[in-house]
């Protein structure tokens, strides 16, 4: 009887043919750019598991209190990033960079957040966002009521909350009728309004 119970359970499964189980061992690799990459070239069934997007997330919410700082960025005539890390982790410096045509025009960096960069461009008259990782970049008119050659002015982008597709830019400066009134506007890139 209890013999014929041990021929009737299913054989354990080796640690690594578990997919669940590999994926937690995969999740706790450390969070250095070459982690992912590399362990995707181990085989095909390791490069679907760091590949999938529900992975990606879980893997971005265990190391998202101790990610590696990158690099940084420098404002000339353009925005130049700057590594921070040696190789294989070492991201090229071309890769994050963005450079503005126009030499003698006003570029001022206005913010990021959420991944992306908001950049007032002056010739122009245009606010950029630009997200370094995909290298997309929107333009925005800046609206006609702002004076933006005899005043600041000071912005902001945002994603909303699990929406990796739309942002929203904030822009607080000056009127241009009046020094002393305040204008701000919102724009969505959903609707795209103003």
């Known amino acids: 009887n ?19 189980l590999l994926s937690e061992i995969l999740l706790r690799l450390p969070p250095q750019p070459s982690s992912l990459p590399r362990a ?20 971005r919410r265990h190391h998202r209190r101790n ?8 404002v000339d005539h353009g925005l130049s990033f700057t590594p921070s890390l040696k190789a294989p982790d070492r991201v090229s410096p071309e890769r994050f960079s963005l450079q503005h045509e126009g030499r003698g025009d ?8 959420h991944g ?5 461009l002056g010739k122009p008259l245009q606010l950029l966002v630009w997200d370094p990782v995909t ?3 929107h333009r925005i008119a800046v609206p006609p009521r702002f004076d933006m050659k005899r005043s600041p002015v000071s912005g902001a982008v945002l994603r909303a909350a699990g929406d990796a597709h739309h942002f929203h830019v904030a822009l607080v400066g000056n009127s ?8 701000a506007c919102f724009y969505s890139s959903e609707t795209g309004i103003i």
Not at 176 to 183: H, K, L, P, Y
Request: proline content about 10%; aromatic content about 10%; overall charge positive.
């Open 2 to 20: 209890s013999n014929s119970r041990r021929h009737s359970l299913p054989a354990a499964v080796p640690p690594l043919e578990d997919d669940n």
């Open 40 to 59: 995707s070239l181990v085989c095909k069934r390791w490069r679907g598991l760091v590949s999938d997007p529900g992975f990606c997330r879980r893997f």
């Open 67 to 74: 990610p590696p700082l990158l690099g940084f960025f420098q």
């Open 106 to 113: 006003r570029f001022a960096p206005l913010g990021r957040r």
């Open 116 to 120: 992306l960069a908001l950049i007032f």
């Open 135 to 137: 290298g997309d970049q």
């Open 176 to 183: 241009e009728r009046q020094i002393t009134q305040a204008v």
